[in-house]
């Protein structure tokens, strides 16, 4: 294992500034910018969080890789992650970070970056769960056609073509596709876990992790019509009483 190095010598320009705060301040200082970045006492080198004046923006901040001198930043919404994109060139963040902070839209915090950032997902300041079902859907969309696995991004598009499916919300663990007829833990029950092939071999369907039966299915239209016939009259009811969620 390798050994990680001092912040101090992989970040010594931030060192000379005793935090990525800090650091950060200084980078725009010559551009009158005000960037609302706090110290992270326990890591100041390593982390530093942003203060948005968007009430449902939260949990923000931008970090230093422990191996590689490099920053990511995050920016969550409602509990949701909105951007999470990483850059070589710390000159790059200022200005996502003022536009995150200052309340500036998604898109234009996207254009003023020169890296890849969005996660598909879009903000729900009321936390209506169909329009949260429906960002979510997006960010899966999103997720599989960046995660380089065909099979799972055809399972993915699959689901989400099936209007019954779609109206429910979406969430993997370990890249096993679920559904919920809520957006918030803990999750309705499950009817359906389906994994994705990674080489030969069909898209497994079970009814949850300790399924002793569970079915090999040749294709993703297959699997995702057998979910379908899995849905419980309960969860089918209330999608079809909430048609805003099909969109």
């Known amino acids: 294992m390798s050994r990680e190095p001092d912040p101090a010598v992989l970040y010594p320009d931030v060192a000379a500034h005793g935090s990525l705060a800090a650091a950060l301040h200084a980078a725009v200082a010559g551009q009158g910018l005000s960037l609302p970045l706090a ?8 982390h530093a969080t942003i203060a948005s004046v968007v009430p449902h923006r939260h949990s923000s901040y931008v970090t230093a890789w422990h191996h590689e001198r490099r920053w990511t930043i995050w920016g969550s919404s409602n509990d949701r992650l909105m951007i999470c994109g990483d850059t070589k060139d710390m000159r790059e963040l200022p200005e996502v970070i003022r536009g995150w902070a200052e309340g500036a839209s998604l898109d234009e915090i996207d254009q003023a970056a020169p890296f890849d950032l969005l996660t598909g997902r879009f903000e729900v300041p009321d936390k209506n769960p169909a329009a949260i079902i429906a960002s979510e859907w997006q960010y899966l969309l999103k997720d599989a056609r960046d995660a380089d696995w065909p099979a799972y991004q055809a399972l993915i598009e699959a689901a989400y073509a099936e209007p019954m499916l779609r109206r429910l919300y979406p969430y993997t663990s370990h890249w096993t596709l679920g559904f919920s007829s809520k957006p918030d833990y803990p999750f309705s029950r499950p009817f359906a876990w389906i994994d ?6 069909g898209y497994t369907i079970s009814e949850g992790h300790n399924d002793p039966d569970p079915m090999e299915i040749p294709t993703p239209a297959e699997v995702i019509s057998i979910a379908v016939d899995r849905i419980p009259a309960d969860l089918l009811q209330t999608s079809l009483e909430d048609p805003a969620q099909d969109s």
């Not at 110290?39 to 390593?46: F, G, I, M, N, Y």
């Not at 994705?196 to 071999?201: C, F, H, I, K, T």
């Open 39 to 46: 110290v992270t006492p326990s890591d100041p080198l390593r």
């Open 196 to 201: 994705a092939p990674r080489g030969a071999g």
